[in-house]
């Protein structure tokens, strides 16, 4: 059974970082195969795409949101994917989850706020 489970949120001032995490475990297939991603969903609010990484080629896409602010990473040894948040704003604050092929993780608080 697939499992991910996000790590690293928490509280951040605007202009802050934060690292999350995202470990996984029970994929069947090579962990290099796959495609993950990390998504956002603030209060109220519809949960948005943040950020992919694709497998095999790590080739990486971004929301315009955070273009130039975010990068999503891996390592594939370790079955984890990271998403690292620089210049926090305040906007960015939401529920984070990893997820690849319809299975999410249960997500982590990220609140930016002074």
């Known amino acids: 059974q697939v499992q991910l489970v996000e790590s690293g949120g928490g509280l951040a001032q605007p202009g802050g970082s934060l690292r999350l995490s995202c470990a996984t475990s029970?994929?069947?297939?090579?962990?290099?195969?796959?495609?993950m991603k990390w998504s956002r969903q603030p209060p109220g609010k519809a949960r948005e795409l943040v950020a992919t990484i694709v497998g095999i080629t790590d080739d990486t896409k971004y929301a315009d949101s955070v273009k130039g602010r975010f990068t999503i990473s891996r390592d594939n040894p370790k079955k984890t994917v990271y998403l690292e948040m620089n210049s926090l704003k305040p906007e960015d604050t939401a529920v984070y989850y990893c997820?690849?092929?319809?299975?999410w993780g249960q997500g982590t608080q990220v609140t930016v706020s002074s």
């Open positions: 029970g994929f069947t297939v090579d962990f290099t195969y796959y495609t």
């Open positions: 997820h690849t092929a319809g299975i």
